[in-house]
């Protein structure tokens, strides 16, 4: 981006907010925030667009003058809200040619994977790598470098979302008067928050927000599952409400002063003043009555992510649980889940000056994708230039009103990255004869796909004239 800074875009259900970051050593540096509290967004999806557009437009205000820049392009990150999680395969082939690996060829296998038209109802927002098979003799995490003569092969991730939630968060920020470099999905972001003892042995993130909470399973030193279930940090305040007979507004002001998770461990002298509904006096209570509806509504909904899990054939958690967002703030919530699981459980909260609160975790770990994609891809450093090959003739030929609805993010992501003009390059020049026409070059890709982590057979979608249309929607969102 614009003088190597990276904006995360957050749209969630309590509020907009946006996190400034330029990469610093191994980790990211925050120069700037905003937040903006809004009703315009409820469970991931906009109910009233001009109440979420006008939070971003606010957001964006509040975290220029902090930053002191001026923001006009933005990593957009989608919730796991009606995502799903799917692994593929591609390969490159190189016929015997020596061939080093740059950014190129690794922006070509994932750019594949990233255009492929996966249904006519969702809409592949972020395509991960989990590993590089080299001439299928060695496994590596980047290739680059690297010389190959017969093939590359990457084994990717694919996230897909709804596609009329994706549309309606990239028109909100469009509206709002911001270009889109990237999307990505929460799903592979929370990787980043992980260490890499806890990816590798099997670990949990949840992200309790204001009215969804997210999950993600990480094991291998890759995502394998992702959900959500429909409760969060406003469930509970409705709970109490309900119980105590008072407003939403004084039971969310009780919860956040005095809530407890863990019954057991909330103080024993403070009082509680709930204002009653219908007008009667106002009923005090214990701090531990408080405390025991707060715990039974976070059991249920620790249990629900459970439940999920074991229906997913997911056991192995040795890693253990990680709980972050808005809802991590409250006392007791990792005592509670140690009672009720045996592994180990930590609450994440940001490090970062300026961003030392849980829910600012998903878009500090948007800043850490985007930097993370451009240092696999190399943006800054390699040039464009049209590869030509002789196609098998197997590969099906892909129309370009047949293509996925998604702009070719990862090239203007390229665009946007280039420091410096770039003149012809004598390096690429002596590479010329791996791109160039050749009747012997029989160069082609295979895409191999499996099925999803939840077992579902790959299905066949029948293709309608749904993406010739949106194609024009998105020319004028992003271009």
Request: glycine share 6%.
């Amino acid at each position: 981006m614009k003088e190597q800074y990276y904006v995360a875009l957050d749209v969630g259900s309590s509020s907009v907010k946006i996190v400034i970051g330029e990469k610093f050593h191994d980790g990211v540096n925050i120069i700037g925030t905003g937040q903006t509290f809004t009703d315009g967004v409820s469970k991931g999806m906009i109910r009233d667009f001009d109440l979420a557009k006008s939070g971003i437009i606010d957001t964006v205000k509040k975290a220029e003058l902090i930053a002191n820049i001026d923001i006009d392009e933005v990593f957009l990150k989608v919730p796991i809200t009606n995502s799903d999680v799917i692994f593929t395969t591609e390969t490159l082939r190189f016929s015997g040619k020596d061939t080093e690996i740059d950014g190129e060829l690794i922006e070509e296998l994932l750019e594949n994977i990233r255009f492929k038209e996966i249904s006519t109802d969702q809409e592949i927002v972020t395509v991960f790598p989990v590993s590089f098979v080299v001439d299928d003799l060695h496994e590596v995490e980047d290739p680059k470098g690297i010389i190959a003569r017969e093939s590359l092969t990457v084994k990717a991730g694919i996230i897909a979302v709804d596609r009329t939630l994706f549309l309606n968060m990239g028109n909100c920020a469009a509206e709002a008067g911001l270009d889109i470099v990237d999307v990505t999905s929460d799903a592979y972001n929370y990787s980043h928050i992980l260490t890499e003892a806890e990816i590798e042995l099997g670990a949990v993130v949840m992200d309790i927000g204001a009215d969804l909470t997210q999950y993600a399973y990480y094991k291998d030193g890759a995502l394998k599952y992702a959900g959500v279930i429909p409760a969060g940090g406003n469930t509970i305040t409705e709970v109490i409400a309900r119980e105590f007979n008072t407003d939403f507004h004084y039971a969310n002001r009780a919860k956040e002063q005095y809530g407890h998770a863990f019954y057991e461990r909330a103080p024993e002298g403070e009082r509680v003043v709930f204002p009653q509904n219908n007008g009667d006096k106002d009923v005090e209570v214990s701090a531990k009555d408080l405390s025991d509806v707060i715990e039974v509504t976070l059991e249920d909904m620790f249990m629900e992510i459970f439940r999920e899990l074991g229906e997913a054939n997911i056991d192995d958690i040795s890693g253990g649980f990680v709980i972050t967002g808005g809802t991590a703030n409250m006392r007791g919530i990792r005592d509670l889940l140690l009672d009720i699981v045996s592994e180990k459980v930590r609450v994440h909260i940001p490090t970062q000056m300026g961003a030392r609160k849980p829910e600012f975790t998903s878009a500090i770990a948007t800043v850490e994708s985007g930097i993370r994609f451009d240092e696999l891809l190399d943006y800054v450093t390699i040039d464009n230039h049209e590869e030509d090959y002789d196609r098998d003739d197997n590969e099906p030929i892909v129309e370009e009103e047949k293509q996925s609805i998604f702009p070719s993010l990862f090239r203007e992501r390229k665009e946007k990255n280039q420091n410096v003009e770039v003149e012809e390059d004598v390096e690429y020049e002596s590479d010329d004869d791996r791109y160039e026409e050749d009747e012997h070059d029989d160069y082609e890709r295979e895409i191999v796909e499996t099925s999803d982590v939840k077992n579902d057979p790959p299905k066949e979608k029948e293709k309608s004239d749904f993406g010739g249309f949106m194609k024009k929607v998105f020319k004028n969102l992003f271009e």
